[in-house]
């Protein structure tokens, strides 16, 4: 199970925490959440410090929110390590 909330919300950025696991069905939940966020034109950080398992799906769907320039911020040193990002 995952779920997503929004944390802050402005007119320039959006903050969602994310919690669970990034797999299955979740994946494309969390993908029509982050395209909702980026339809609007502003800045979204991910926050990821409730989020325990990505699967291959999620792995890609983060590749392509990282191209799209999504921040992605407090993730556990597994979850940094997978994605790349700095701890």
Known sequence: ????????SSS?????????EVKG??????????DEALSRD????LDLAG????DIEGMNLFRVLM???????????FIAEQLGVPK
């Open 1 to 8: 199970m995952m779920r997503i909330s929004v944390v802050q």
């Open 12 to 20: 320039q950025a959006v903050t969602l925490r994310v919690e669970g």
């Open 67 to 77: 191209d799209r320039q999504v921040v992605f911020t407090n993730p556990c040193p």
């Open 25 to 34: 069905r979740w994946v494309a939940e969390l993908g029509r959440a982050c």
């Open 42 to 45: 502003i800045r979204l950080d």
């Open 51 to 54: 989020v325990s398992f990505i």
